[in-house]
């Protein structure tokens, strides 16, 4: 599976991005889904999952009732939509996938990652 994950830029505080994911491969729906992100001096930080179904999301608390993620198994594209974005939302922001369904707030689940965008939150 490839990923690739885009629509970051630079946005205000309180302002909206979406960030949508694409996958390659007809088994997408097969994979549970996860973003994370990397602010600047920082490891790496898990954000949000979504089962293969698009069931069932898990959510970091700093996100919850900010952002959703979804998915559209027949365009092979997970979104992640932020809103009331914060200074501290800067990052570089991941889509990752994962076979396993299990433990998806963990990095070291997923065996394939994208190359990341960019979100910048500005004053």
């Known amino acids: 599976v490839q990923l690739q994950a885009f629509g970051g830029g630079l946005v205000q505080a309180g302002g909206s991005l979406r960030l949508s994911c694409t996958a390659s491969?007809?088994?997408?729906?097969?994979?549970?889904m996860g973003w994370f992100c990397q602010p600047p001096g920082k490891e790496r930080e898990f954000v949000l999952a979504?089962?293969?179904?698009?069931?069932?999301?898990y959510y970091a608390g700093s996100v919850k009732g900010r952002f959703t993620m979804s998915r559209d198994n027949a365009k092979n594209t997970v979104y992640l939509e932020m809103n009331s974005l914060k200074l501290e939302d800067t990052a570089v922001y991941y889509c990752a996938a994962t076979s396993t369904g299990l433990r998806l707030s963990l990095s070291r689940s997923y065996n394939y990652w994208g190359q990341g965008t960019q979100v910048t939150v500005s004053s």
């Open positions: 979504i089962g293969w179904s698009g069931g069932n999301t």
């Open positions: 491969g007809r088994t997408f729906s097969r994979y549970s």
